[in-house]
């Protein structure tokens, strides 16, 4: 049975106008994952918030580390918790 669990992370960098919250959406859906992302202007930043199976968050964190092509991750910060059941779908939020 897979360990269930919850991330949040804030990638910090190029990543607005970037197609990043696609990017990550289209990623997280692939890999069966519920939450959201974000972007964070004041801090030109994205803000991920995801649950599911940990092994397929740990995926998820690996790919945000990267980004989509056009991107330039300069600092991802990850915090792990217990999964809450919290979400239905992902979504990318405005």
């Known amino acids: 049975m897979p360990e269930l669990a ?3 992370a804030t990638i910090h960098g190029q990543v607005q106008g970037v197609f ?3 990017f990550t959406s289209r990623l997280a859906k ?3 994952l519920r939450g959201y992302v974000r972007n ?3 801090l030109n930043a994205v803000e991920v918030r995801a649950e599911g199976d940990k092994e397929k968050l740990e995926e998820l964190v690996r ?3 990267v980004g989509p092509p056009e991107s330039l991750v300069e600092n991802i910060e990850v915090n ?3 999964f809450t059941g ?7 939020r405005h």
């Open 30 to 32: 692939s890999l069966g």
């Open 40 to 42: 964070l202007p004041r």
């Open 86 to 92: 919290q979400f239905a779908n992902f979504e990318v």
């Open 80 to 82: 792990w918790s217990a």
């Open 20 to 22: 990043y919250r696609a």
């Open 6 to 8: 919850h991330v949040s």
């Open 63 to 65: 790919q945000l580390e």
